[in-house]
């Protein structure tokens, strides 16, 4: 992941190295190795587990009997030592140790990929810390990576933390120490036999006496109610700090759906929370709705960067979709705490809005669906999560389709026209201005003007009626020339 001279101001190798240092040592001393300090020698031992290694133990890679390994078939020719075992298979229902190992140490890396026909939703990663009976982990396998939308539908991430790379390449930098030991499981829910490859990249170290313990919860609503509050994290109990989201919003409404606010209430907060943030696309460090004008075409732009990404997973042309209803918007994004971690003493709390816009001048409550996970570190023992909904309940359901956009008449204006086709002609202008006379000059206009007014009727609160409709209707039927 290095990949810039040490000198180089700000790379994301230094700004994660800097950031580690603080998080987990508190001080200039660190368990995470620097960009600037690669070059000092270290009492650590580096391990790894994975499948040709099942125990990490020193010497111990490779050395799967011929006839015994899951590519057994495929070494036939080579033997011993030549990939004989390069993933291991859970079954339908099944639940495996990933690997084990006793400490103190780190890890430092977890890569994973999923084979077989297993949805990410279906595979449940759990991580357990020094021999405890409840995870201190627990989410879809997906989530974890910020891929939740599965393997067909995977954005890449490149960012402090997380890296998602082509094809489904799911990799976690998390600086997770231990102490005595740690247990990384996967359970498979799914009818299918998947194939697993993975790596679990740890060294055996001394702990600082005041690290904390890495936590990973996952909550998910279908359909939040009018002015219910979609609830991030809470129940967490003893000092911590909190260091990332990872949140896809199922956007039903018309029209922009990011104005909720994100609230961390800490340390004894109860209706005023202590950090407010003004919107959700704020929070996740974009702004005016991710729009970029750029290319030419109004837009909502996917990004991935060193602390905060936006990936949509069907794309909306702002100017003849956005308002469109009966229709769904699915979205992911990602924020890291790294240089900014929200410390907590003795307790926590982080909820989200689901609000939008109605008009210019007013909000829209939504009832939009949500699914997250929150990272944290803190100290143990931890509270107990909450259930995880079954298989069936998490998957995604089918994508709610638009319908077809508006498309430019090739010969008389008729009102399924888009608006702005109608509002080049002087006599369908006159028209528009008659029934409709703000739409035109409304601030969203570059947004809908791609359109038909049929399809922006459900997001306009009553102001386009069916009464406007027939009447501009009747009047570009007036205006259409009559045939001999």
């Keep these: 992941m290095v990949r810039s001279r040490i000198r180089r101001p700000m790379s994301k190798a230094w700004t994660l190295a800097v950031a580690f240092a603080i998080i987990l040592a508190g001080g200039p001393a660190s368990a995470a190795p620097r960009v600037d300090d690669l070059y000092r020698l270290s009492d650590a031992e580096s391990r790894s587990i994975s499948p040709e290694n099942l125990t990490g133990e020193k010497g111990g890679g490779s050395r799967t009997p011929l006839g015994q390994g899951s590519a057994s078939r495929e070494a036939t020719d080579l033997g011993l030592g030549w990939k004989v075992n390069p993933f291991i298979v859970i079954p339908p229902g099944g639940r495996t140790v990933l690997g084990e190992a006793a400490g103190p140490g780190v890890i430092n890396h977890i890569w994973l990929t999923v084979g077989g026909k297993g949805a990410y939703r279906s595979m449940i990663l759990r991580i357990y810390w020094d021999g405890e009976t409840t995870p201190s982990v627990e989410t879809p396998v997906g989530d974890f990576f910020a891929a939740a939308f599965g393997k067909e539908s995977t954005a890449l991430i490149d960012s402090a933390v997380v890296a998602v790379n082509p094809e489904s390449g799911l990799n976690s930098f998390w600086q997770m120490p231990f102490r005595r030991t740690f247990r990384i499981e996967l359970e498979n829910r799914s009818q299918h036999t998947n194939e697993i490859y993975y790596q679990i990249d740890y060294s055996l170290q001394k702990v600082p006496v005041d690290a904390a313990y890495f936590h990973a919860q996952f909550r998910m609503v279908d359909r939040v109610k009018p002015k219910e509050l979609f609830t991030v994290l809470d129940g967490v109990q003893g000092q911590g700090h909190y260091v990332g989201t990872y949140l896809t919003h199922s956007a039903f409404s018309p029209g922009w759906w990011g104005e909720g606010e994100f609230k961390f209430y800490i340390d004894g907060d109860h209706e005023f929370p202590t950090i407010n943030f003004t919107g959700e696309e704020d929070y996740f460090l974009g702004s005016y709705g991710y729009r970029h004008r750029g290319t030419g075409k109004l837009e909502e732009t996917d990004f991935s960067t060193t602390y905060a990404g936006f990936h949509t997973l069907n794309k909306t042309d702002m100017s003849t979709q956005y308002y469109m209803k009966d229709r769904e918007r699915r979205i992911g994004q990602y924020r890291w705490h790294i240089l900014d971690p929200i410390r907590f003493k003795s307790d926590l709390r982080v909820t989200l809005q689901s609000l939008g816009w109605k008009s210019p001048e007013r909000y829209r409550l939504l009832e939009d669906g949500y699914s997250s996970v929150a990272f944290w570190y803190q100290a143990e023992p931890h509270a107990a999560f909450p259930k995880l909904p079954d298989d069936a309940a998490l998957q995604f359901r089918p994508l709610i389709q638009p319908p077809p956009s508006a498309v430019a008449p090739t ?74």
Excluded: C
């Design 411 to 484: 010969g008389s204006l008729t009102v399924d026209a888009p608006i702005e086709a109608i509002m080049m002609s002087w006599e369908g202008r006159q028209l528009m201005n008659r029934e409709l006379p703000t739409l035109g000059a409304h601030p969203s206009y570059e947004q809908f003007k791609g359109m038909r007014l049929k399809d922006l009727q459900g997001a306009s609160d009553g102001a386009i009626t069916d009464q406007a409709i027939a009447n501009i209707d009747a009047g570009l039927k007036a205006m259409a020339p009559k045939r001999p």
